[in-house]
């Protein structure tokens, strides 16, 4: 609202409160009429006017594909931008409008009933990430990301609403939480799941997926590393750390970026790696009949992997360092000594070596290791 049209309210406002002062016996300082009748018309044009962003949200996270949900496909980004401007216009129009002793209140009424609609759009985009979390438990990250930050500043800027937007995204930071858990273990399980592998020893589409997986993870570093500073190095392995919902620090605490620990998020990474390998290796071991073929599937699988931490400067920040990158450099060695165990009992013979000398009462007839010395010798050999 326009600074002079401010100054015109401010003084309707005060012509109201002096009139209800005068005019109503049972008069309370806190029964502000004129608040009142402003808090329910600008309440309102603030919920309206968002309504469509919120919509919109909602329908731009319903997915029919299943890949990897990538950052900004959504448009809860624009609403959140949307409701923090017009929560910082609203907080100038009321200290404006209000005397000091009313503005928190009459500001923090205002913004109630839009704040619940933001509130609900959340648990809406929650039930989609739940029912999607090996996808879309990044578009979780992403809104953590937003809206943390994004309640920050508004404390700052009127001393208002940070509760309010922690009391909203509280839904989301308790799913986040547990699918840092249930992506973990869900790749272990759709690797044991697997019944058949490639007979020519190539990857298969679950490493990829995953790599592509490891890539969103890092891309949200920033969040899933508040998180997993909030559970504790190593606890993500236990589902029941993380579904107890009786522990109060875990579900109220404000995620900030005093909390965040990149070398857990390092260790998380890590653990995943560990996981698909370690389950594939067991897999290629009971499904590849031979060693070298076991080692060839190992070796293309890690290459994949590797290939994705090279290729990510936000991945390579967590993996491709060490000491955290050893642990791929672990498995290739592993399936490098896996494909040339099958050699072995080849090289043997290729490398086995037969010096033919000549008789030295013919050496000046013939040269050693002529034509007739070698056919004899290679006709004397075995099949191996």
């Known amino acids: 609202i326009s600074a002079d049209k401010c100054s015109q309210l401010h003084q309707v406002g005060d012509a109201i409160v002096s009139a209800a002062m005068h005019m109503l016996k049972n008069y309370h300082s806190n029964d502000n009429p004129a608040a009142r009748i402003y808090l329910e018309i600008r309440g309102k044009y603030m919920t309206t006017s968002l309504e ?32 923090e401007g017009m929560c910082l216009a609203e907080y100038e129009n009321v200290s404006r409008i209000f005397p000091g002793e009313d503005r928190g209140a009459v500001f923090e009424a205002t913004c109630r009933s839009a704040l619940g609609h ?53 839904p989301i930071r308790e799913t986040s939480r547990s699918s840092l858990t249930e992506i973990l273990e869900t790749t272990r399980a759709l690797a044991a799941s697997t019944t058949t592998l490639p007979s020519d020893g190539a990857s298969i589409p679950l490493v990829s997926e995953t790599a592509s997986r490891l890539h969103a993870v890092s891309t949200f570093s920033r969040p899933v590393s508040s998180l997993l500073s909030s559970i504790g190095d190593g ?29 857990l998020l390092s260790h998380y990474l890590v653990d995943i790696v560990e996981a698909l390998l370690s389950t594939l290796e067991a897999k290629a071991r009971s499904i590849h009949r031979t060693k070298s073929l076991q080692g060839c599937f190992l070796a293309n699988s890690v290459a994949i992997l590797d290939s994705a931490v090279r290729s990510s400067t936000d991945l390579g920040m967590y993996l491709g360092i060490a000491p955290h990158s050893s642990k791929l450099e672990q498995w290739r060695k592993k399936a490098a000594t896996l494909y040339m165990d099958g050699w072995k009992e080849i090289s043997i013979h290729l490398l086995d070596q037969i010096n033919t000398k000549s008789n030295p009462a013919t050496a000046s007839n013939r040269i050693s290791g002529s034509a007739g010395d070698s056919a004899a010798i290679v006709k004397s050999l075995s099949g191996k």
């Open 52 to 83: 469509n962003l919120a919509t919109a949200s909602i329908n731009t996270s319903r997915r029919k594909d299943t890949s990897v949900y990538r950052e900004g496909s959504s448009g809860i980004s624009t609403y959140a931008s949307g409701i």
């Open 118 to 170: 933001f509130a609900s759009t959340l648990k809406e985009l929650n039930t989609i990430v739940k029912s999607r979390t090996m996808s879309d438990c990044f578009l979780a990250f992403e809104i953590i990301d937003l809206v943390t930050p994004l309640s920050y500043r508004l404390d700052s800027h009127t001393g208002h609403l940070k509760s309010q937007f922690t009391d909203a995204l509280r």
């Open 235 to 263: 606890n993500w392995r236990a589902s029941s750390q993380l579904t107890n919902s009786s522990n109060p620090s875990l579900l109220s605490m404000n995620i900030g970026p005093e909390t965040e620990n990149p070398t």
